[in-house]
T-cell receptor, first 115, second 118 residues
Framework: GQNIDQPTEMTATEGAIVQINCTYQTSGFNGLFWYQQHAGEAPTFLSY????GLEEKGRFSSFLSRSKGYSYLLLKELQMKDSASYLCAVFSPVNYGGSQGNLIFGKGTKLSVKP | GAVVSQHPSWVICKSGTSVKIECRSLDFQATTMFWYRQFPKQSLMLMATSNEGSKATYEQGVEKDKFLINHASLTLSTLTVTSAHPEDSSFYIC??????????????FGPGTRLTVT
């Protein structure tokens, strides 16, 4: 089966660092994405990991361990505008008549940043 | 680059009517488009995957006769919710792939359409 787990909610303080974990069990794996989604809006791309290790992009970093089925998103120097849901998604390489596969989303972690 | 638009952004319709939602890739050719549905406080659930010029592939539990998907060109896909009922009220989001970073399998999401069926 396909299963992606991440905490439902987290709270952190402005200026701090927060780590959002994601564990996955999927029938195939061709990369892991992190998306940010503000309420009532579509997800926006944050990061993509396909190899083990840490990918850093400004205040955001994402880590992947394929052997452990584990990833985390690290947000530094938190700002109020970072309050949003963070979605972990695994790309599963199912062949849909030419399509390379589809994304399987976790339920998202709602992050609240407080002053 | 890699912009996806959706129209309308929100729609209210009466039970029993049909609603069409358009998804367009504005600056790239989308070989594959995906339709998702998201209920409040839930994650995105894939409804169907469509490739230009071919029939859509629906996820288990999604009624293909109720949610009609057409992917007539490399820049346009439409989702028609037929005989809508209040339980179809949801946030519908499309995404497209085949853009400038196709090798990374990245999907570009539209802004979503909020459907309310009364």
């Amino acid at each position: 089966g396909q299963n992606i787990d991440q905490p439902t909610e987290m709270t952190a303080t402005e200026g701090a660092i927060v780590q959002i974990n994601c564990t996955y069990q999927t029938s195939g794996f061709n990369g892991l994405f992190w998306y940010q989604q503000h309420a009532g809006e579509a997800p926006t791309f944050l990061s993509y990991n396909v190899l083990d290790g840490l990918e850093e992009k400004g205040r955001f970093s994402s880590f992947l361990s394929r052997s452990k089925g584990y990833s985390y998103l690290l947000l530094k120097e938190l700002q109020m505008k970072d309050s949003a849901s963070y979605l972990c998604a695994v790309f599963s390489p199912v062949n849909y008549g030419g399509s390379q596969g589809n994304l399987i989303f976790g339920k998202g972690t709602k992050l609240s940043v407080k002053p | 680059g890699a912009v996806v638009s959706q129209h309308p952004s929100w729609v209210i319709c009466k039970s029993g009517t049909s609603v069409k939602i358009e998804c367009r890739s504005l600056d790239f050719q989308a070989t594959t488009m995906f339709w998702y549905r998201q209920f409040p406080k839930q994650s995105l659930m894939l409804m169907a995957t469509s490739n230009e010029g071919s029939k859509a592939t629906y996820e288990q539990g999604v009624e293909k006769d109720k949610f009609l998907i057409n992917h007539a060109s490399l820049t346009l896909s439409t989702l028609t919710v037929t005989s809508a009922h209040p339980e179809d009220s949801s946030f519908y989001i499309c995404s497209a792939s085949g853009g400038p970073i196709a090798a990374s399998y990245e999907q570009y999401f539209g802004p979503g359409t909020r459907l309310t069926v009364t």
